[in-house]
């Protein structure tokens, strides 16, 4: 397998054998169980899809889908060709220390936001006349031509709560009793949101 799925329970500290404390995200990764097995031949391409949680409230469609596997109220898919069937349990061994992976999760929502907050724009003079204009964004439509503002310009609007990767972190340490993963830095999300591990490199 090559990622797992699981949930952001917070940032700690850890102190490794050389002395140094280094910052650290616990996540719950897993346990996942395989619901549903994709292959090239039936499918076009090759994929496994893992389900987490538990969950009261499901829809006959996705019972059906899940076929007594489980309530799971999240699925993901991982375009990989693995050796997995339907049932087969993922956790957290599949992964070592030292590891290298990615995360994506839902980033914080901040609501609406001035362009300040949200572009890091650094506002306007605090002198010659300028008593309530220091966060303004200023001028933002064109001139004669093309006379209206262009789509995807810098203004404020909403801030967060959009899917954020964070590339490249080390795995530092795995609780394999309580299926708990301590990932070096920060993750996207808030606590107790569902984030996806993969695994990068070889």
């Not at 220390?97 to 999760?105: H, I, L, W």
Request: glycine share 16%; aromatic share 4%; net charge positive.
């Amino acid at each position: 397998m090559q990622g797992i799925i699981g949930k952001k329970i917070g940032m700690t500290q850890l102190f490794l054998e050389n002395g140094d404390c280094v910052p650290a995200t616990a996540i719950q990764a897993g346990p996942c169980i395989v619901t549903q097995v994709k292959t090239r031949a039936h499918d076009g391409y090759d994929a496994v899809q893992l389900g987490f949680g538990a969950s009261k409230r499901l829809t006959k469609p996705e019972k059906g889908h899940l076929k007594g596997l489980g309530d799971f109220p999240v699925l993901h898919e991982f375009r990989a060709e693995a050796n997995a069937s339907p049932g087969d349990r993922v956790d957290v061994t599949m992964l070592s220390e030292g590891d290298m992976v990615k995360v994506s999760g839902t980033s914080k929502g901040r609501g609406f936001a001035g362009g300040v907050r949200r572009y890091h724009f650094r506002g306007g003079p605090k002198t010659h006349g300028q008593s309530d204009r220091h966060r303004a964004p200023g001028s933002v439509g064109a001139g004669t031509f093309p006379g209206r503002v262009l789509k995807g310009k810098k203004m404020a609007g909403h801030l967060g709560a959009r899917s954020v990767t964070a590339r490249n972190l080390k795995v530092v340490r795995i609780d394999p009793d309580r299926n708990v993963l301590f990932i070096r830095g920060a993750v996207p999300g808030a606590n107790g949101e569902v984030v996806i591990v993969e695994k990068v490199g070889n």
